[in-house]
């Protein structure tokens, strides 16, 4: 993973509290799941997520080798 995008907040509503916060992509991708801070409602990264996060490193990564 790409050290830039792995440091990179992602902010969530919590779909139970409403409650907005930040998790750090590699936390989220290391863990698989978000968990609110405030009322602790567990949400799992799907599948989707996933491919999400991919092709954005893939991207990122590909930015990178152009600017070499």
């Given at each position: 993973?790409?050290?830039?995008?792995?440091?990179?907040?992602?902010?969530?509503?919590c779909?139970?509290?409403?409650?907005?916060?930040?998790?750090?992509?590699?936390?989220?991708?290391?863990?698989?799941?978000?968990?609110?801070?405030g009322?602790?409602?567990?949400?799992?990264?799907?599948?989707?997520?996933?491919?999400?996060?991919?092709?954005?490193?893939?991207?990122?990564?590909?930015?990178?080798?152009?600017?070499?």
């Amino acid at each position: 993973m790409s050290t830039f995008l792995a440091d990179f907040p992602i902010k969530f509503t919590c779909s139970k509290c409403s409650r907005e916060f930040s998790q750090l992509v590699r936390d989220v991708k290391a863990h698989g799941q978000v968990v609110c801070p405030g009322c602790g409602d567990t949400a799992k990264l799907d599948e989707a997520g996933r491919k999400l996060l991919s092709a954005a490193e893939e991207e990122i990564a590909r930015f990178a080798r152009s600017l070499r």
